[in-house]
C-alpha cells in the first residue's frame, strides 16, 4: 500500500470497482465512500448495486436502495 506525506492511502486504478464484474456474479452488493450524491447513487443503481448510502450530514446517513 502506498501512502501519502500525510499517511492517507493513495488510490490508483485497482481501487475502482468493475461494477459489471460485479452485477455478473449475480449476488446483491452496495457501494459506499463518495458514492452520497444523487448521480452517483442513480449510477450505482443503473449498475447494478443494490444500494448506496447517502449522507446527510452531522453523521446522519441513510442507504438507498433499488427496491421498494
Known amino acids: 500500500m502506498k501512502l501519502d506525506e500525510e499517511g492517507e492511502p493513495v488510490y490508483g486504478p485497482r481501487d475502482t470497482p468493475d461494477l459489471a464484474k ?4 449475480g449476488l ?3 457501494l459506499a465512500g463518495g458514492q452520497g450524491s444523487p ?4 449510477g450505482a443503481l443503473a449498475e447494478g448495486a443494490g444500494g448506496a448510502p447517502a449522507g446527510l ?3 446522519v446517513a441513510v442507504l438507498v436502495t433499488g427496491t421498494s
Open 39 to 42: 448521480e452517483a447513487v442513480a
Open 57 to 59: 450530514g452531522g453523521g
Open 28 to 30: 446483491p452488493f452496495w
Open 22 to 25: 460485479m452485477a455478473a456474479l
